[in-house]
């Protein structure tokens, strides 16, 4: 329609290996609006599909699974939770692996910014070889 649409900061976005600029700051709200998903952070640069760490809201947790409440329930929950949020967006855009991360990013431990954005290099440094293993 000829109107101009700031979605993201450039440094922040995602261009996959197909060359699709991806804006994860988008997708990280839309997961966080799941009660399940508290933190959400997404990395796929260069990479042929987008991944995920997760701090999963606790008390919704222990909530929705009640007394059957156990870290592969966790997991299974999450997954759910990541496709009914991702329905209906481009392929390009969904989540294929995820690992949840057992504390909030925090800035104490420098992966929050004094406005409490995360510092995605940061986080990587510290999760990202739960992510890091081949299909």
């Known amino acids: 329609d000829g109107y101009l649409t700031i979605v993201d900061r450039k440094k922040n976005l995602i261009v996959n290996a197909a060359g699709e600029n991806i804006s994860p700051q988008n997708i990280e709200t839309r997961l ?11 990395f796929g640069d ?10 999963a809201n606790p008390k919704y947790a222990r909530q929705l699974l009640g007394p059957t409440y156990s ?8 997954h759910a939770a990541i496709q009914e949020t991702m329905a209906g967006q481009p392929s390009y855009e969904q989540i294929r692996r995820f690992a949840l991360i ?3 990013f925090s800035a104490e431990a420098s992966e929050l910014t004094p ?3 995360i510092k995605r290099h940061i986080a990587w440094a ?8 081949s299909d």
């Not at 009660?35 to 997404?42: R, T």
């Not at 260069?46 to 701090?55: E, K």
């Not at 870290?71 to 999450?78: D, F, G, H, I, N």
């Not at 510290?126 to 293993?133: A, R």
């Open 46 to 55: 260069q990479s042929s599909y987008l991944v995920a760490l997760i701090y």
């Open 71 to 78: 870290q592969e329930k966790l997991e299974q929950a999450m």
């Open 126 to 133: 510290h999760y990202g070889h739960l992510l890091e293993h």
């Open 32 to 42: 966080m609006g799941h009660p399940l998903i508290d933190q959400a952070v997404i």
């Open 115 to 117: 406005t409490l954005k």
């Open 102 to 104: 057992e504390q909030p």
